[in-house]
């Protein structure tokens, strides 16, 4: 497990743009997939893209698809969520994640809010 540094979220009017990012702390990063996932008031968390060690791959929830970008920077250690277009209904906490060893997320962040008004 590593220990994942999430920044950049915050309050923004619909249609406004946020990007977030997240820096593990170990020193193979280049190894990790990386995710993004998030969870409203009252709801589970859910999924919201993934990208592969490599970034050579991505892949997004249907809701955020055509909005949102996810990618990577190997050199900086750094995962981005660019998100464009956003609506009221993103508001969420959102969550960074990783893949260290096997298949699933086994590291995560603290959370960031990240607020949508109408």
């Known amino acids: 497990q590593v220990q994942l540094v999430e920044s950049g979220g915050g309050l923004v009017q619909a249609g406004g743009s946020l990007r977030l990012s997240c820096a593990p702390s170990?020193?193979?990063?280049?190894?990790?997939?990386m995710g993004w996932f998030r969870q409203a008031p009252g709801k589970e968390r859910e999924y919201v893209a993934h990208?592969?060690?490599?970034?050579?791959?991505?892949s997004y929830a249907d809701s955020v698809k055509g909005r949102f970008t996810i990618s990577r920077d190997n050199a900086k250690n750094t995962v981005y969520l660019q998100m464009n277009s956003l609506k009221p209904e993103d508001t969420a906490v959102y969550y960074c994640?990783?893949?260290?060893?096997?298949?699933?997320?086994?590291?995560w962040g603290q959370g960031m809010q990240v607020t949508v008004s109408s």
């Open positions: 994640a990783a893949v260290t060893n096997g298949y699933e997320y086994d590291s």
């Open positions: 170990g020193r193979t990063f280049s190894s990790y997939t």
């Open positions: 990208i592969n060690r490599s970034g050579s791959s991505t």
